[in-house]
């Protein structure tokens, strides 16, 4: 299988915890994002990178949310001391810009369902 | 911002043909149309993509008017199995606006009965 993958699929824990996700995008994309969706809700723009460089921030995402992609290919998304308001799933897609094409075509993973308790 | 706004929801049935319409009134000269569907507890799967005019592609058309102000995503001959959110997405190649042109908006339910 050679599209995005998430780790964990599914994620529960206390309030207060800290926890990790990781994704890996389609091997030849430059680019990552990160989203948040909850129910109803399309998902919501959190985070993107271009190869390891994070470009930008969402800025309606709290200073517990950290992203990284040390070496442009996986990324990490770390949310610190969760809250019950955190509990969404969490969304990574990859993309291959080719500057001046046409906008970016996004291929998303499964994502990771967190549940805060 | 380039917002978009579509119906909530739609149904329809088997072998029929659906139309969602979007509306993107502040649309900037640089951007395209995304259209993605997604499926309960899956992440959004690309469908089609367009800057003017009409586009096909093996599984919907996208319908574009001069104005570019709105589209039209078109899937013929619907099954049970199309039954999911669509969403359309404006943005550009280079993100201009920010991410937050990436945010998704509420999408179309579609239904599709026998």
């Known amino acids: 299988d050679t599209g995005v993958s998430q780790d964990p699929r599914h994620k529960i824990t206390k309030r207060g915890q800290n926890v990790t996700f990781r994704c890996d995008p389609i091997?030849?994309?430059?680019?990552l994002y990160w989203y948040r969706q909850t129910l109803g809700q399309g998902p919501e723009f959190l985070t993107y990178?271009?190869?390891?460089?994070?470009?930008?921030k969402s800025r309606l995402l709290s200073d517990r949310f950290s992203a990284e992609r040390p070496k442009g290919s996986f990324s990490t998304l770390e949310i610190q001391r969760t809250e019950q308001g955190d509990s969404a799933m969490y969304l990574c897609a990859s993309s291959l810009s080719i500057s001046g094409g046409a906008a970016d075509t996004q291929y998303f993973g499964p994502g990771t369902r967190l549940t805060v308790l | 911002l380039a917002k978009t706004t579509q119906p909530i929801s739609m149904d329809s049935y088997e072998g029929q043909e659906v139309n969602i319409t979007c509306s993107h009134n502040?649309?900037?000269?640089?951007?395209?149309i995304t259209w993605y569907q997604q499926f309960p507890s899956q992440g959004p799967r690309f469908i089609i993509q367009?800057?003017?005019t009409k586009v096909t592609n093996e599984v919907a058309s996208l319908f574009i008017p001069a104005d570019r102000k709105s589209s039209t995503l078109s899937l013929p001959r619907v099954s049970l199995s199309d039954t999911a959110v669509y969403y359309c997405l404006v943005g550009d190649p280079y993100i201009t606006g920010g991410g937050n042109k990436l945010t998704f908006g509420t999408g179309t339910q579609l239904k599709v009965e026998l």
């Open positions: 091997s030849e994309h430059n680019r």
């Open positions: 502040n649309i900037a000269t640089n951007d395209y």
């Open positions: 990178f271009q190869n390891e460089a994070q470009l930008e």
């Open positions: 367009g800057y003017k």
